[in-house]
């Protein structure tokens, strides 16, 4: 049997690709790992030594000023150097291959690649280049590939859903919108199947829901109101209108009627439901900013807590 290759030869975790094929024991130690950071992001500890020496680059072929912030401060407060590679005007836009430009920055001591980009496989490439180059000891974490992946955001999730509801086998929670086209989706079912949640609602029109979805474990629901019929997590999506080719929805306004989360939809979930958003989120869209901005969401504290899961990430690669 092929070797997983996002552990190395002992189990632990060389490089972060995605949810899918990771054991659930991985999961649960990022997440653990990321309770005491949680407590360094909260208290705006500057500087942990664990990563000091190391370098970290941000390799960003699409935009995220979000995403990247948040690794560059878990980085920094790790101790790392963090290089941020301006591929706009690098050498990948006069002509040179994705696996060149890796290969020169491992020539100037690169320790860790966090790598974004518009097609999918790209982190998986590079992981195999490096193994193939023989540099064990060069890490790549995937920061959303394509339609494929967005691990840490799933993580991100998975460690605000413990944190407000503790068990993952007693929960139902759905997951709304453009499924689609979300790489954020794919990775958050992925998480929440392996974490043992019995019951993950898919919420969306026909037109945003992939071919054979029910594959991966979910029930899905074309009616919003009763999708989210005593749920304990909403988890809304973004519309990524930047994937979507053809007319798939008559209008933002015509979307937001049926599936835009308002306070009279959320109130068919428990009445301690939580509500997630990745972000950034299209108020009137997909989400009402009464409920946005409502004591339910729980929306800024993933973001803090984005931190301290990607300084666990990082922490743990760094160290096998």
Excluded at 17 to 39: H, N, Y
Excluded at 217 to 239: A, I, P, Q, T
Excluded at 296 to 310: D, S, Y
Aim: neutral net charge; charged residues 20%.
């Amino acid at each position: 049997m092929a070797r997983n290759p996002q552990l190395n030869s002992h189990g632990g975790l060389r490089h972060l690709l995605s949810i899918e094929g990771l054991p659930r024991e991985i999961v649960v130690a990022i997440l653990d790992t990321a309770e005491p950071f949680t407590e360094v992001a909260e208290r705006e500890v500057k500087k942990l030594p664990l990563l000091r020496g190391k370098s970290v680059f941000n390799l960003f072929f699409e935009n995220s000023t979000r995403t990247r912030t948040t690794f560059e401060i878990a980085a920094k407060r790790l101790s790392a150097d963090v290089i941020n590679l301006n591929v706009s005007t690098s050498s990948t836009a006069k002509g040179e291959t994705l696996l060149d430009t890796v290969d020169n920055l491992v020539a100037m001591q690169a320790d860790m690649f966090v790598v974004r980009h518009a097609s999918s496989g790209a982190p998986y490439l590079i992981a195999q280049h490096l193994e193939a180059t023989r540099r064990p000891n060069v890490h790549v974490v995937n920061a959303g590939d394509g339609r494929h992946a967005h691990p840490t955001q799933g993580l991100l999730d998975m460690y605000t859903i413990r944190h407000y509801k503790r068990d993952f086998t007693q929960l139902t929670v759905a997951v709304v919108g453009d499924i689609l086209h979300s790489r954020v989706a794919r990775s958050q079912i992925h998480a929440l199947t392996t974490l043992g949640v019995p019951e993950v609602r898919a919420i969306a029109p026909k037109t945003l829901l992939p071919s054979e979805v029910e594959r991966l474990g979910v029930r899905v629901f074309h009616d919003m109101r009763e999708g989210l019929r005593g749920v304990d997590v909403v988890m809304m999506l973004r519309l990524q209108n930047e994937r979507m080719t053809g007319s798939l929805l008559p209008s933002p306004q015509e979307y937001f009627k049926f599936f835009g989360l308002t306070e009279d939809k959320l109130a068919l979930a428990k009445p301690d439901a939580i509500v997630l958003h990745p972000g950034p989120m299209n108020r009137g869209v997909e989400i009402d900013s009464a409920v946005a901005d409502g004591g339910q969401a729980v929306i800024l504290p993933q973001v803090t807590f984005g931190i301290a899961v990607r300084m666990a990430v990082m922490s743990m690669l760094a160290h096998g």
